[in-house]
């Protein structure tokens, strides 16, 4: 191959090669300014938009509850208000002595906005109880008898013992939702009520 063969053979590659370039930059061009791949890169790159509902989220739920004998002073949970964030699982823990032994309550609440002003409330109530290790004997029971006239200790505990399980969602608008339980032979009632907070949706 001579000398001007050699030269010929190379402007044509680098012709070519110069050529595929341009190709390849003008489809990336093209291909950028596209209404498919702008719809791709705003997929990408743009939050999605609070709607109304939505908004209604970002305020605090007003909750209410309480829970307490349906027919005794015994108040396991006593009346209280708080602020709750929209989704927000709030546990209460509490203990009640009785004549029988020791109940303890967990109640768990979860508030959500729902259009209109509407708050569901997830509920669960679990309830355990552990009565007095009372045998047989007359021993036991004389000593159980000189505490309850406070004349001698409490008496032992025997192992906690599941009683009650209630859980139920419900909706409102600022109204009290009740529901009555039964554990260890008495009734407790509870009452929920929530509302949202945001100006626009709050019930007169």
Same mark, same amino acid.
């Given at each position: 191959? %001579?000398?001007?063969e050699?030269?010929?053979?190379?402007?044509?590659?680098?012709t070519?090669?110069?050529?595929?370039?341009?190709?390849?930059?003008?489809?990336?061009?093209?291909?950028? &300014? &596209?209404?498919?791949?702008?719809?791709?890169?705003?997929? #990408?790159v743009? /939050?999605?938009? $609070?709607? =109304?509902?939505?908004? /209604?989220?970002?305020w605090? $739920?007003?909750?209410?509850?309480?829970? !307490?004998?349906a027919? =005794?002073? !015994? +108040?396991?949970l006593?009346?209280?208000t708080?602020? $709750?964030r929209?989704?927000?699982?709030?546990?209460?823990?509490?203990?009640?002595?009785?004549?029988?032994?020791?109940?303890?309550?967990?109640?768990?609440?979860?508030?959500?906005?729902?259009?209109?002003?509407?708050?569901e409330?997830?509920?669960?109530?679990?309830?355990?109880f552990?009565?007095?290790?009372?045998?047989? #004997? =007359?021993? &036991?029971?004389?000593?159980?008898?000189?505490? +309850?006239?406070?004349?001698?200790?409490r008496?032992?505990l025997?192992?906690?013992?599941?009683?009650?399980?209630? /859980? %139920?969602?419900?909706?409102?608008?600022?109204? !009290?939702?009740?529901?009555?339980?039964?554990? !260890? =032979?008495?009734?407790?009632?509870?009452?929920? /009520?929530?509302?949202?907070?945001?100006?626009g %949706?709050?019930?007169?």
């Amino acid at each position: 191959m %001579d000398r001007t063969e050699l030269c010929q053979r190379t402007v044509l590659h680098s012709t070519r090669l110069r050529r595929a370039c341009s190709a390849l930059v003008a489809a990336a061009l093209m291909g950028a &300014s &596209s209404p498919a791949a702008a719809a791709g890169t705003d997929r #990408d790159v743009l /939050a999605i938009g $609070v709607t =109304g509902d939505d908004r /209604a989220s970002l305020w605090p $739920v007003e909750l209410r509850l309480s829970l !307490a004998a349906a027919d =005794g002073p !015994a +108040r396991p949970l006593a009346p209280r208000t708080m602020l $709750v964030r929209d989704g927000n699982r709030m546990v209460f823990d509490e203990a009640v002595w009785t004549d029988r032994g020791l109940e303890r309550f967990s109640l768990v609440v979860t508030p959500r906005h729902h259009p209109g002003g509407v708050v569901e409330l997830e509920w669960e109530l679990t309830v355990w109880f552990r009565p007095y290790a009372l045998g047989p #004997d =007359g021993d &036991s029971w004389r000593r159980y008898l000189a505490f +309850r006239a406070g004349l001698g200790p409490r008496p032992p505990l025997e192992r906690p013992v599941l009683v009650a399980v209630r /859980a %139920d969602i419900v909706r409102t608008r600022g109204e !009290a939702r009740e529901a009555t339980i039964r554990a !260890a =032979g008495r009734a407790y009632r509870l009452v929920l /009520a929530a509302r949202t907070t945001h100006p626009g %949706d709050r019930p007169g």
